[in-house]
T-cell receptor, first 113, second 114 residues
Framework: GENVEQHPSTLSVQEGDSAVIKCTYS??????FPWYKQELGKRPQLIIDIRSNVGEKKDQRIAVTLNKTAKHFSLHITETQPEDSAVYFC????????????FGKGTKLSVIP | NAGVTQTPKFQVLKTGQSMTLQCAQD?????MSWYRQDPGMGLRLIHYSVGAGITDQGEVPNGYNVSRSTTEDFPLRLLSAAPSQTSVYFC?????????????FGPGTRLTVL
């Protein structure tokens, strides 16, 4: 089955700086890679996703890049703000098997004012 | 639309007790899943369903049962609760139209087993 590794597990940045979270996956059949944000005590919510036929996608201050050859994808947050503080999860879904998402273990991002 | 709803929000059980966590969605989604979330472990798949009458095991199915008699509902049953099942449980749903579709999560159930 799919295995998703996520790094770092914790990340602290100063307000206004950029944050980068990296994930690797094992199943070459995976072709959908969403990122979820989970605020304390809340449910995970999708913030951005990327499909395997796209190398990069941006949405305002958030961008995701995908390198299918190396099997890794990254989340980039620019001009971080205190409200960006949360736990971020990457995930991967494959065409093969169950079509279920496999999640990384999460990154706790703290933005220091 | 209410989206994905879960009840109860909080539950305390004693070891050996059984209970059912309820999950419902009003988006006519074919796919529904149950995850548990433990500190440092991310979201781990317990059971999932690709349509009414069809269920399958995920990564950590032991100690849990599911059924899917309708498109809307996907209850999770704990047969004999153990302290290791103390966790936050999330139900999720997504459209079955291809692999590139968003998964929506419910608000979660925080379960403590004493």
């Amino acid at each position: 089955g799919e295995n998703v590794e996520q790094h770092p597990s914790t990340l602290s940045v100063q307000e206004g700086d950029s944050a980068v979270i990296k994930c690797t996956y094992s199943d070459s059949a995976s072709n959908y890679f969403p990122w979820y944000k989970q605020e304390l005590g809340k449910r995970p919510q999708l913030i951005i996703d990327i499909r395997s036929n796209v190398g990069e996608k941006k949405d305002q201050r958030i961008a995701v890049t995908l390198n299918k050859t190396a099997k890794h994808f990254s989340l980039h947050i620019t001009e971080t703000q205190p409200e960006d503080s949360a736990v971020y999860f990457c995930a991967a879904r494959s065409w093969a098997g169950s079509y279920q998402l496999t999640f990384g273990k999460g990154t706790k991002l703290s933005v220091i004012p | 639309n209410a989206g994905v709803t879960q009840t109860p929000k909080f539950q305390v059980l004693k070891t050996g007790q059984s209970m059912t966590l309820q999950c419902a969605q009003d988006m006519n989604h074919e796919y529904m899943s149950w995850y548990r979330q433990d500190p440092g472990m991310g979201l781990r798949l317990i059971h999932y369903s690709v349509g009414a009458g069809i269920t399958d095991q995920g990564e950590v199915p032991n100690g849990y049962n599911v059924s899917r008699s309708t498109t809307e509902d996907f209850p999770l049953r704990l047969l004999s609760a153990a302290p290791s099942q103390t966790s936050v449980y999330f139900c999720a749903s997504s459209s079955g139209q291809g692999v590139h579709n968003e998964q929506f999560f419910g608000p979660g159930t925080r379960l403590t087993v004493l």
